[in-house]
């Protein structure tokens, strides 16, 4: 059974960092058969794609969005079943839920965006929340 868990969400200040982890079981993940994205979800708000990473099927690429290009980073672990999202000069907008969510097709990640409806298996989240 695929399962994704995210980790690594906390409490910080404006301006802090954190870095967070997505471990993947039950497969294994290799970029050329997958897509993988950070999302999160603010109260209130729709989830919303901030980074992805694929290769193979639609190239190589990793995509960030506007609001996070520059101070976050994200890239895979040593073991190839973890990816990591670095986060710094944090502000009180990033403050959400972060979900990272693969899609099995390894469609979803694109040079314009994120297509979040081709991701398919999501992990519970992980509470980011950064006060001022």
């Known amino acids: 059974q695929e399962q994704l868990v995210e980790s690594g969400g906390g409490l910080v200040q404006s301006g ?6 997505c471990t993947v079981s039950g497969f294994t993940l290799e970029l050329k058969y997958y897509a993988i994205g950070w999302f999160r979800q603010a109260p209130g708000k729709e989830r919303e794609g901030v980074v992805c990473m694929s290769s193979g099927v639609t190239g190589d690429r990793t995509f960030y969005g506007d609001s996070v290009k520059g101070r976050f980073t994200s890239t895979r672990g040593d073991a190839k079943n973890t990816v990591y999202l670095q986060m710094n000069s944090l502000k009180p907008e990033d403050t959400a839920v972060y979900y990272c969510a693969v899609a099995d097709s390894g469609y979803g990640c694109y040079d314009r965006g994120i297509n979040k409806a081709e991701f398919d298996v999501w992990g519970q989240g992980t509470q980011v929340t950064v006060s001022s």
């Open 16 to 21: 802090g960092s954190l870095r967070l982890s």
